[in-house]
T-cell receptor, first 113, second 112 residues
Framework: DTGVSQDPRHKITKRGQNVTFRCDPI?????LYWYRQTLGQGPEFLTY????????KSRLLSDRFSAERPKGSFSTLEIQRTEQGDSAMYLC???????????FGPGTRLTVT | QKEVEQNSGPLSVPEGAIASLNCTYS??????FFWYRQYSGKSPELIMS????GDKEDGRFTAQLNKASQYVSLLIRDSQPSDSATYLC????????????FGTGTRLTIIP
């Protein structure tokens, strides 16, 4: 039983560039979540999907951020025109939907220079 | 008032002793409560979930929930150096609300 996987694990980009992250949830988990964590803080919720439907988006998710889960399996998070304030760990989690327990992937650490 | 509050620590505990971590939350409608362990540079790892008032034990870990006092705690018995990490309290604020709201975490150091 493999856990949540995320790719890439690290990304360094220049301000103004677009970046895309991928998350593969635990097999048969129909709920997928994106969080962002900065140093010294707990993760902050960004958005979540039930199957392919995006059911909630945080106000933290500006127009530069978009997330998709086209076939209800993997998900992508894209950030357009990156800013230095976007530097953070981007975490993906999944759950079965029958319990509230969310399991996190290893995260993608984004550095915007 | 923050939605989920934890003492940031650091909390230092001798090896073999009991470590006690505390968390308070503001939304009385909160239904689900979780403790995650996060090692430096790593992602959060779920160690306990609790939904009902009282205690829930799993190995060396005991979670305690008191909804009337809006308080959840984690006890770690026989603390080991490998328990040194940041412990995050997470709350699912209201029934049907899927997102977790986290505290800022308590940094725990076990002293050999």
């Amino acid at each position: 039983d493999t856990g949540v996987s995320q790719d890439p694990r690290h990304k360094i980009t220049k301000r103004g560039q677009n970046v895309t992250f991928r998350c593969d949830p635990i097999s048969e988990h129909n709920r997928l979540y994106w969080y962002r964590q900065t140093l010294g803080q707990g993760p902050e919720f960004l958005t979540y999907f039930q199957n392919e439907a995006q059911l909630e988006k945080s106000r933290l998710l500006s127009d530069r951020f978009s997330a998709e889960r086209p076939k209800g399996s993997f998900s992508t998070l894209e950030i357009q025109r990156t800013e230095q304030g976007d530097s953070a760990m981007y975490l993906c989690a999944s759950s079965t939907g029958t319990t509230d327990e969310q399991y996190f992937g290893p995260g993608t650490r984004l550095t915007v220079t | 008032q923050k939605e989920v509050e934890q003492n940031s620590g650091p909390l230092s505990v001798p090896e073999g002793a009991i470590a006690s971590l505390n968390c308070t939350y503001s939304d009385r409608g909160s239904q689900s409560f979780f403790w995650y362990r996060q090692y430096s540079g790593k992602s959060p790892e779920l160690i306990m979930s609790i939904y009902s008032n009282g205690d829930k034990e799993d190995g060396r870990f005991t979670a305690q929930l008191n909804k009337a006092s809006q308080y959840v705690s984690l006890l770690i018995r026989d603390s080991q150096p490998s328990d040194s990490a940041t412990y995050l309290c997470a709350v699912m604020l209201s029934f049907g609300n899927e997102k977790l709201t986290f505290g800022t975490g308590t940094r725990l150091t076990i002293i050999p």
